[in-house]
Structures are given as structure tokens and as C-alpha cells.
């Protein structure tokens, strides 16, 4: 008799969990049987360039819970799909909102929710202009799911992409990570953290646009880390420009009770998603006028230099350690926190 040892079988016939969580399985979701349908082409981006200065986003929201320590998801809705309009160097002029309910959601909670998606629009200077209604039976769907679109319009000197990085940029990051997936986990499961770890959700359009004001073309990438955190947000910069890049761990900042959680549950907080923060890659030459832009806003007052691009393996993201070794921060191959937007 011929022993073997068994290969883990790859689902490759059903969508999984895992296709969802904008890691290794979502990417090639969407290369090997979204894109090639679509005719898409080029590097996967938070928004579509469409002439020379409209920029069009769209982002579906499907959380639980609904609502969670530091916001909810009519909030997040909105301020998702501002952000996904300014990685693109785009100013956000309007929203459409659309819902899919679940039969028997309490009418309190909708109107609870909607009036945040409007407050949250209101304080971005976004309007919601348009939007879509639909109800589905008991089980269809898991009480309430939120798409929202948004436009907006390139600003001036904004060429911001995934594929621009380029040897020599700086890596910066504007403010500390791991919080949204920390609070959401947390109020699903009733972990005890909800006290001490919030939801990061806020709009960064204003946060960007000072940056463009300050640093021009010279801002090459941006990209909000929310699915896979900041390794995948890295990962995906690296991979689109064939470059490799550095980061110095200890730089990276990690809240206590986030770090704490993330020991307690044995996750990398480099894979934990994030809704108000963002990480840019910048030309030395404007890297100080950028930061001093960015700090003179409290969305951005705690931005710290994380790393650089280099002249390592294209593609590759490495994180040099406290006890001086470094490690390959690769991005996620499943799912570690569903649902977290």
C-alpha cells in the first residue's frame, strides 16, 4: 500500500468567505473571472479615472454588527466611498445611496441609520443626491446591506495611482492602525474591548487635497488600508509598480488595546483593516512640505514615516524588526475578519 501525504484541496467551483476579504483569494476573484469578463485592464484601484479629471467609485456595505464602537454603517458608507474618491486625488462632489433590507429590520433602526449616512455627508460637504430602495424576504439577506456611488473631480497636479511608486519614495502613514477591525470584532463577539478600541471611520478628501496642495505630482500613490489592512494596501502599491518596499515595524503605530487584542487573538495588526487612515508613497524632495500638511489636520496629525521604496525584489514588502531581522509581510490568503465593512 503507497502512502501519501494529502494536499489541502482548493475550493475553485464556489465563492468562499475568504473571496471577500481583499487578500490573495479576492485577487484572484476578481483577475480570473471578474476582470477578463469586464475587459478591465491595469492595476486594481480604489476609483476609475474616466477622462482627465472625473473619477467615479462605487462600494458596497454588508458589516455586523450594524452598529459598533465609533460608528455605524450609515457612516461608514459614506465616509468609504469619500475616501475611495480621494486616493484618486479626486474632490468629492456627490453621493448616491442605495439599500437592500431584510424584511422585518425595525423601522427605528433604518431611520437611526439613514439620519448618520446624512449627518456624515453633511459634515464631509458631500451631498447624497440619489439613491435605491429594495426589500427582500426573511433570510434573503442579513437585515440591511448599503452600496453607495460617488463622483468627484481629479484636483489640480493629482495623479495619485497604485502603479506610480517609485524607488527612493517615502512611505508615510497618517495616523494609527488596527482600530475599525479591532471594534468591530469586538462587538461582535463581546470580547470586552469596545470601551477602549474605536471604529478610526472619518472622511480624508480634506486630508488629501493638503496633501496635493503641498506636495503636487510629487504625491505618487495613495491607498486607504481597509480590507487587509496595511500589508495588503503595501502589498498591492508594490505589486502594481514593480517596486519593493520597507517599512520599520516599530515605526508603524499600533494603539496598546489594539496591540493587545491582536496578541490576545493572534493576529497581525499589519492585517487588520482600518476605515480612516492612509498610507501615501511621496518624492523625498516634497516629503516634508507633505507632512507638515498633513499634521495641521487632526485627521492627519499623527502621520510618522513608516518606510521607503527601494531597490529589493519588485513586488515584495518587507518589515525590518525590533531585534533587527526582518520578515516578508505578505498579504492574507483567506479571510481573518469578515464582514468588517
Known amino acids: 500500500m503507497t502512502l ?58 454588508v458589516v455586523t454588527p450594524r452598529f459598533f464602537p465609533g460608528g455605524d454603517i450609515g457612516s461608514l458608507a459614506v465616509h468609504g466611498t469619500v475616501n475611495d474618491l480621494a486616493m484618486r486625488g479626486a474632490r468629492p462632489i456627490a453621493l448616491s445611496l442605495a439599500y437592500i433590507i431584510e424584511e422585518g429590520l425595525p423601522i427605528s433602526e433604518l431611520r437611526d441609520i439613514t439620519h448618520s449616512a446624512a449627518a456624515a455627508a ?94 503636487g505630482a510629487d504625491v505618487h500613490a495613495l491607498r486607504d488600508p481597509t480590507r487587509g489592512g496595511l500589508a495588503g494596501s503595501l502589498n498591492e502599491i508594490a505589486t502594481a509598480s514593480g517596486v519593493c518596499v520597507e517599512i520599520v515595524e516599530s515605526a508603524v503605530p499600533v494603539p496598546v488595546p489594539v496591540a493587545a487584542a491582536c496578541d490576545l487573538l493572534g493576529l497581525d495588526p499589519l492585517h487588520v483593516a482600518n476605515e480612516g487612515c492612509l498610507v501615501a508613497f511621496v518624492a523625498p524632495a516634497s516629503v516634508d512640505a507633505v507632512v507638515k500638511a498633513m499634521r495641521a489636520l487632526p485627521e492627519g496629525a499623527e502621520t510618522t514615516i513608516i518606510g521607503e521604496v527601494t531597490h529589493g525584489m519588485p513586488g515584495r514588502v518587507l518589515a525590518h524588526t525590533l531585534v533587527g531581522s526582518s520578515r516578508v509581510v505578505d498579504v492574507l490568503v483567506g479571510e481573518q475578519l469578515p464582514r468588517i465593512c
Not at 501519501?4 to 481583499?22: K, N
Open 122 to 215: 453633511r459634515a464631509a460637504g458631500v451631498p447624497i443626491v440619489t439613491g435605491d430602495t429594495k426589500v427582500v424576504g426573511r433570510g434573503a439577506a442579513d437585515g440591511l446591506y448599503i452600496t453607495t456611488t460617488g463622483v468627484g473631480v481629479r484636483l489640480r497636479d493629482a495623479w495619485p495611482s497604485a502603479a506610480s511608486a517609485v524607488r527612493g519614495d517615502v512611505v508615510l502613514l497618517s495616523g494609527a492602525i488596527g482600530g475599525h477591525g479591532i471594534s468591530i470584532l469586538s462587538a461582535r463577539e463581546g470580547l470586552g474591548f469596545e470601551a477602549d478600541v474605536l471604529s478610526d471611520s472619518q472622511p480624508l478628501h480634506e486630508l488629501v487635497a493638503a496633501m496635493i496642495a503641498a506636495g
Open 4 to 61: 501519501s501525504c494529502p494536499v489541502p484541496r482548493v475550493e475553485t467551483e464556489r465563492v468562499l468567505l475568504g473571496h471577500g476579504s481583499g487578500g490573495q483569494l479576492m485577487a484572484e476573484l476578481i483577475a480570473e473571472v471578474i476582470s477578463p469578463e469586464l475587459g478591465l485592464t491595469g492595476p486594481l484601484e480604489d476609483a476609475a479615472l474616466i477622462g482627465l479629471d472625473q473619477v467615479f467609485s462605487t462600494d458596497s456595505y
